[in-house]
Every structure is written in C-alpha cells, then in structure tokens.
C-alpha cells in the first residue's frame, strides 16, 4: 500500500476512534435520549391516562436533565447547566441537531484536528445557558417554574460558526457546479434555527447568539495562537496518564563540547512513524506538524512501503 493510499484512508478520523471527540459527543445525546424515551414508555405503560403519565414524567424524571430558568431550581440542580446541552426528549430535535453537528463538526476536524470540537462544543453550551437565565430572570421578575430549555441548539451554533470562521469558502458538494461555500450553508442553518428558537421566545434565540460569539472567539483566538481548549486537553492528557499504568520517559541526548552535531539522524520511512504523524494531524490538524513532519510525509507521500 503506498503512503498516499494510507494517508487518505487515515486523514478522517474512523467512526469508532476513541480520540473523535465527534463521535463521543453524538452518542452521549444519543445514549440520553435513549434513557428519557424508555423512562417515558414505563410511564405511558404503567399510568392509564395519558395527560397524567405525561406530567408524572416531566416533574419526576425530565427536570432533572433541563436547564429551568427559575434561579431557585437551578440552586437545588446545577448539574443541569452542563446536562441540558446534551439532552433531547424529542426525535425530530435529536435528528436534526446531529445532523447539523455532524455536517460541521467533520470539517471542523478535518481542518483543526480532533480535540478542538469538544471545548467549542463545551463552551458554546455554558455561554448559551448564562444568556438564558441572565435574559429570561432581567425580563421577567419571576421566571415560571415550567420554562426551561434543552438540547445543543447553542453548542452546535457554537461549532457552526467556528467552522465557518476557520474557512468560509470551504466547499461542500463540489459536484454541484463547483461546490457550495461553507458560509451559505451557515447562512441556511442559522436562518432555520433563529426561525424556531424564536418562537420560544426571546431569550432562548439568544442562547444561538451566544453560541455564535462563542465559536467565532475560539478561532479568533486560535489564530493568534492561543487555544482556549488546553487546560481541557492537559486535563485529559493527565487522566488518560493516571489510570494508564505505562510510564513514558525521555531519552537525554549527549553530545561533545564541538560546534557541530557529530551526526544528523535521518529517519527511516518506517509504518509506525507515519502512523504516529498522522494520529497527530487527527488530533491537531496538518498545520501543527513540525517542519521535519512535513517533508517526512512529503518524502513518504513519493514512496511505496
């Protein structure tokens, strides 16, 4: 197989990679909308009436997920404003923000690497709970007990906008006279989305704005250099480190008090080493290879293995 072969097969990240932040992310929405689904078919199942199963649900099960806009429940679940961006009641909703997610959140890592979509993922949630509860108890002088909101309508604005940020004329559908720049089909989403959160009212079409400063911050400020996702990566990088029982040490090179190196190590054109480049640009884009990583897969790309 040829390094080129290799290369394409391994640019995008395999469904199943335990690196995707994508994929982790899609199925925790998924695994909780499983839950709540089978949770409400015990309650229609178990409770004749319907109307009555229904609000046994919501006021015994689903609140505990949501985000409510009242400050007092919020003080007795705070947990929720991190589990509200994950949580779906609703087939249509689940389908539909996935979509979106996945549409964007693949050229996302294809073009920034693996880790960057969960912090934006992240944020964007946090940024678009505070505007809700900031917006919703500043315009109403007590917030009802049954407003609340779900779903990863922020966090998926969020990712949305970061990608379109990063490359704007990124084409998508190239057989389509060319291709369709990533910024119209932006455009579309977020006409769509403010077109539905509007009708739930004004504070939670804010939670999108929100979202939307959020990923255009995050690349801003990656461009200039500076990640506002490390700590969550060092954060991992330290427990993957404390539950793995392999310690990694490093070799400590020596040289003679000369003014030159007495040689200049050339490295082999070796599997493992393509893999591990790789792996790196899935995990933080092709542009964060060293000069040195660039020409190996530059010389390897010309060869057969």
Known sequence: MSTKELHKKSKHPLLGASDNNLVIIVFLNAVIFIVLSFLRLVYAVTIDSAGMA???FNHQILHWFVLHASLDILWTKPWTILLYMFTHYN???LITTLLWLWGFG???QDLAGNRKMFPIYFYGGIAGAITFLIVTNISAHQPD?????SGGGASVMAVAVATTTLAPNYKIFPFLNGGIPLWILMA???ALQFSVMTAGGGSVAFTLLAGALVGFIFIHQLNRGRDLGNWMYK????MNDLFNPEKKYTQQTYFYK??????????NLTQDRIDTILDKINKNGYENLTAEEKDFLNKASKEDL
């Open 258 to 267: 000369t003014d030159k190196e007495p040689f200049k190590k050339t490295p």
């Open 235 to 238: 954060l991992v990088d330290w």
């Open 91 to 93: 087939i249509w909703s």
């Open 106 to 108: 693949y050229i996302l």
């Open 54 to 56: 229904e609000s046994n």
């Open 188 to 190: 579309i989403y977020a």
């Open 145 to 149: 007990a049954n407003f609340y909101i």
